[in-house]
C-alpha cells in the first residue's frame, strides 16, 4: 500500500494540462503522482547498464544494485 499525504500546492495549471496530456492521466492527483513516478524513474534508468546491471550473473547483479543504491538495502 502506498503512503500518501494531503497537502496543499499552488499548481501551474498550462503545466498540468500538458502533463495530463502526455501522461493519459485524468485529475490532479493523478497526474501528480504520475509525473513524480516518472521523474523517480527516470533517475534510476539515467545510471542504467545493460553490461553492469543485466550482463552478469544474479549476485553481480544484486551486488552491483547494493553499490550503487546502498538505501534501498532490505
Same mark, same amino acid.
Given at each position: 500500500m502506498m503512503r500518501m499525504t494531503r497537502t496543499t500546492v499552488d499548481v501551474d495549471i498550462r503545466a498540468l494540462d500538458a502533463a495530463r496530456i502526455e501522461l493519459g492521466t485524468k485529475g490532479l492527483s493523478a497526474?501528480?503522482?504520475?509525473?513524480?513516478?516518472?521523474?523517480?524513474?527516470?533517475? *534510476?534508468?539515467? #545510471?542504467? $547498464? *545493460?553490461?553492469? #546491471?543485466? $550482463?552478469?550473473?544474479?549476485?553481480?547483479?544484486?551486488?552491483?544494485?547494493?553499490?550503487?543504491?546502498?538505501?534501498?538495502?532490505s
Amino acid at each position: 500500500m502506498m503512503r500518501m499525504t494531503r497537502t496543499t500546492v499552488d499548481v501551474d495549471i498550462r503545466a498540468l494540462d500538458a502533463a495530463r496530456i502526455e501522461l493519459g492521466t485524468k485529475g490532479l492527483s493523478a497526474t501528480v503522482n504520475a509525473a513524480l513516478r516518472k521523474i523517480g524513474r527516470s533517475r *534510476v534508468l539515467a #545510471d542504467f $547498464d *545493460v553490461v553492469r #546491471d543485466v $550482463d552478469g550473473t544474479p549476485i553481480q547483479v544484486e551486488t552491483n544494485r547494493r553499490e550503487r543504491f546502498p538505501e534501498s538495502e532490505s
